[in-house]
């Protein structure tokens, strides 16, 4: 008997170090992915330069041009550099927001960042409104991210004073939603033509803004953040099985969810911050990554970081080469080559239950 005890427990061990290896190689080969749609955003571009001559500025400068090395490292490099980290913040904000409302379809703007952050634009291009003091060129990321980060704040405040759950939080995150879009429609009624154009333009996301220090801001943000997310790996993961087990199991559900909503909310707002609205990355991301590597946090966070940087760098180097001779602003490449591909991922995964 103990000898058959002794031999399923080896089964099972030997089962889950496979189970490992495969996620850790599953990681890598999305690290390489992540890579080379790097390399091929800033390589790829509406010039004659060509992906050779390109990679060259890129990694050896004093051996290129110098319309290479301008091009590359002040035209090419930074909106790259954005896309990635954008790209990761929302996936990262995209994989704990889907943990802790157990829903695989919720994406960082279900309670109404994106709409918030709209908002807060709205009031710095239209009517003015912003920091007192700040530079005319950070009032209207100031204003979208204050206004981002304070939504998912109040939704906080509300949440831990009545003790509702997560049905509650996203219902809530529903009617800032509509609230949100509703005030925006109102300031677009009243705006002027040129106002409104500039901040069509701003919802619909761009990274043709991307400057040195809003890359150093995201990166920052990234850096704080993910580490934490890292620590709670465990107890989100634990939580995927239920609210009464992971309590069973000694963890603070109400402290998770709260400290979880914190981390999304600066990761959503940085990211929105910078770049305008970008759809469907912190949807999709998570999902790729969840189905490849599982519910484990400690792969499901770097592989929705890597998955989210990927989708991210394609969608930038689609955005310009869609159309000749112009430059798409992202969200509208997200929500057109996203869509249809969560879809394809959606019925996949059907099919596979």
Excluded at 104 to 111: D, V
Excluded at 262 to 267: D, E, K, Y
Aim: aromatic content about 8%; some cysteine.
């Amino acid at each position: 008997m103990s000898l058959q005890v002794s031999q399923g427990a080896a089964t099972v061990l030997g089962a889950y170090r496979s189970s490992l290896r495969r996620r850790r190689l599953l990681l890598a080969l999305l690290g390489v992915i992540a890579v080379a749609a790097f390399l091929l955003d800033v390589a790829v571009g509406p010039s004659a330069m060509s992906f050779a001559e390109a990679l060259r500025a890129l990694f050896d400068p004093d051996s290129a041009t110098p319309l290479a090395r301008t091009v590359v490292w002040q035209a090419r490099l930074p909106p790259a550099v954005m896309a990635v980290l954008v790209g990761m913040a929302l996936a990262a904000a995209g994989a704990e927001m889907q943990t802790i409302l157990n829903n695989p379809l919720a994406s960082p703007f279900t309670l109404g960042v994106s709409s918030a952050a709209a908002c807060g634009a709205a009031l710095a291009i239209v009517l003015g409104l912003a920091i007192p003091g700040l530079s005319p060129r950070w009032a209207v990321s100031a204003n979208a991210f204050l206004f981002a980060f304070g939504a998912v704040g109040l939704l906080q405040l509300v949440i831990r004073w009545r003790g509702a759950g997560v049905e509650a939080l996203v219902l809530l995150g529903i009617a800032l939603v509509f609230t949100f879009n509703a005030v925006v429609a109102l300031i677009q009624f009243v705006a002027s033509q040129d106002a409104l154009q500039q901040l069509v333009f701003w919802t619909l996301g761009s990274l043709g803004r991307t400057q040195w220090d809003g890359i150093a801001i995201v990166a920052v943000v990234l850096a704080v953040v993910i580490p934490f997310s890292w620590r709670a790996a465990w107890r989100m993961t634990v939580l995927r099985l239920g609210e009464e087990r992971a309590r069973g199991l000694g963890v603070d559900v109400g402290g998770l969810r709260f400290w979880a909503l914190a981390r999304i909310s600066l990761l959503a707002a940085a990211a929105v911050a910078m770049v305008g609205t970008i759809g469907f990355i912190g949807l999709v991301a998570p999902h790729v990554a969840r189905l490849l590597l599982g519910e484990d946090h400690r792969f499901l966070l770097p592989g929705s970081l890597l998955c989210g940087a990927a989708i991210m760098s394609l969608a930038a180097m689609a955005s310009e080469m869609l159309v000749r001779g112009a430059v798409l602003p992202l969200g509208i490449v997200t929500a057109l080559v996203g869509l249809p591909v969560f879809i394809l991922l959606i019925l996949g995964g059907k099919r596979r239950g």
